[in-house]
């Protein structure tokens, strides 16, 4: 337990191969110095054949003994040698080259594959953190949310609301709680309901809209171009209404939270219909009975809903 830790002796592949090239070099350079030598040694050989054993003595071209150009053929032997060893280093041969190379090849597939697997968690970081962010952005606007945009309509039983752009009877207690209720707060209603109108309704602010880009309305009337611009107009409302008629009820029927409905028990023949309230989506809240008298032809409920 206390005894001194073995040196680690192990040599790895890499080590191994290193040792054995620079082995090799040796041997090359080794080899390279001996054929010097017998250069040197067979040089003297070659003019002492000629020279002073007489051998070719007859033999010199172009006037110069044979020695003289056995001596500079084997000089180009040798330079020939002296380069592969020093400058093209062939000396470690083309299996060496590739060998090189297809470790460095596979050390950079190496190296992708640790990017790739890093850039991988790095996605799933940004996926992740995205989500978050439109979660929280979602979750805000849930949290931020007071404004309750409620639907103000009155319906027959068949649904009508309205024929030739006017409404379809006159009950006057449905007025006045149409009154009371919008009374200092945003009315939104589509073009044809606004047309419907002598004039605009006091102490509340209309936003009427259109697909007309130059529409022209009297002051104080604000124009919009689209349901959501509508919704937009009224931020600073905690209560607007949606006032009809049938176009802009059936889209605001999607993004309402209330509806205050005055189901008139009666069917007429109509031209404009209020969509059917769905009781998986809504659910009543208030519930309060009519009837008929002097002032109104028919029998009729106030009916609030809420979106479930
Ligand atoms: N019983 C009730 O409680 C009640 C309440 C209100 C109205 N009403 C009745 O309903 C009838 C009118 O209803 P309606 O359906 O014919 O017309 P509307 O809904 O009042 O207005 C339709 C117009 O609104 C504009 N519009 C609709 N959707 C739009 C959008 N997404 N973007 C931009 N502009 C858009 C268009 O104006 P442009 O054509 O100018 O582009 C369209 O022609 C009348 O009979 C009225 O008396 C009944």
Known sequence: MFGKKKPNTQIDKDQLELIENAQKRIRQKKRLYIHFVIFLLGAVFLIIANTVLGIGKNVTPFGKDWFLYAILAWSFFFIYHFLNVFITQKFMGKAWEKQQLEKLVAKQQARIEVLKTKLEKEEKHIIKSEVF?????VNNALTSKTQELTIIVAAAENDAIGKGNKLIWHLSDDLKRFKTLTN????????KTFESFPKPLPNRTHVVITRQTDYKVPEGVVVVNSLEEAVNACKTDSQPYIIGGGEI?????????KIELT???????????FPKVDPTVWKETA???HSKDGKHD??????TYQRK
């Open 133 to 137: 962010k439109n979660e929280q952005q």
């Open 184 to 191: 200092n707060h945003h009315i939104i209603m589509g073009r």
């Open 249 to 257: 009820y059936k889209q605001a029927m999607a993004i309402a939270d």
């Open 263 to 273: 189901r008139v028990h009666e069917s007429f023949d109509a031209d404009t219909y």
């Open 287 to 289: 519930h309060k009975f």
């Open 298 to 303: 028919y029998e009729f409920t106030f009916l």
